[in-house]
DNA sequence: TAGCCTTACGGCATACGTAAGTATA
DNA sequence: TATACTTACGTATGCCGTAAGGCTA
């Protein structure tokens, strides 16, 4: 697993429109497309419903859809955290050891 | 940030010791040490303290430690929870609308 | 046929391994 | 000098964009 399929993932669950996911992303529908397809095979699951003509999040979907923003929101929070020691610095000196 | 970044981090501020990380991680030294230089350039602090002849973590890298292994969590739990889904079907049936 | 997604292919960026280099006790 | 980390360089893998292909209303 990585964060962009992550990120690409959440772009489109929330779109539900590859040319439009791919507009915010920055980057072409080809992309896109195989990062949906390769995250799919990764998890052994379905996450769309390409039947219709529009695209619809399937239950695995919209269950993945929830916990990759709990992730992605973990990791901003890991980079802030560390950023912010350099203004919080340890209240004892002897942390480090 | 990737996935791979906080994956050798974790490693290697387990062992404090490049060498046993790499072994963890099952590739070479070289692309850990390359790995947590950018990690610290990426973060724009420094993680680890080099002066003395162990590797030690400074507190900056004492904070990522925790923030890491709750960001590695956080993304099993996502697998996890999308793959059974295939088990847990949801109850009603216009939950996919 | 118009809109949308997918696949093929070539090029660029990223990551690895080997091996040489640097530093400290 | 032995141990541990870093840097240089060539190769392999991964990701992207362009362009062609396929499908459905």
Redesign the interface.
Known sequence: ????L?RYFVAVAEELHLARAADRLGIEQSPVSRAMRDLERL???SLF?RSARQT?????G???LG??R??LA??D???Q???E??HN??RTLD???
Do not use: I, S
């Not at 619809?56 to 695995?60: F, N, V």
């Open positions: 697993m990585t964060l962009r992550l998890l052994g699951v419903d619809r999040l399937t239950w695995a919209q269950v993945l916990e990759a709990r992730v973990t990791v929070q890991a980079v955290a560390t950023k020691t350099l610095p340890p942390v480090m050891r």
